[in-house]
Nanobody
Framework: QVQLVESGGGSVQAGGSLRLSCAASGYTYNVNCMAWFRQAPGKEREGVANIDSFGNTVYAESVKGRFTISRDNAKNALYLQMNGLKPEDTGMYFC?????????????WGQGTQVST
């Protein structure tokens, strides 16, 4: 099992920045890909960005150029730097981990952290 705990959410004005963090623990040797998802009220959860163990990244079109995903493998940590936040970025942000970077194949999930713009 892998446990994921997010932090760093909050309320920020449009145009502002936030940095989310996710701490992973447990059997992390099985994890190749980590990702951030979000879910806005009344909407389905969507993938925001993912990163594999080599540092290859994929972003949703809506956040390209504004958000940056990164990870520190030594610390088993995942980050999401969010700049130029917009009202439509509001939602619960979840950290996810799995063996592959297919958006539908993440096995482990955190409890989420709220972002409000």
């Amino acid at each position: 099992q892998v446990q994921l705990v997010e932090s760093g959410g909050g309320s920020v004005q449009a145009g502002g920045s936030l940095r989310l963090s996710c701490a992973a623990s447990g059997y992390t040797y099985n994890v190749n890909c980590m990702a951030w998802f979000r879910q806005a009220p009344g909407k389905e959860r969507e993938g925001v960005a993912n990163i594999d163990s080599f540092g290859n990244t994929v972003y949703a079109e809506s956040v390209k150029g504004r958000f940056t995903i990164s990870r520190d493998n030594a610390k088993n940590a995942l980050y999401l730097q969010m700049n130029g936040l917009k009202p439509e970025d509001t939602g619960m942000y979840f950290c996810a981990a799995g063996r592959g970077c297919n958006w539908y194949a993440f096995s482990y999930w955190g409890q989420g952290t709220q972002v409000s713009t």
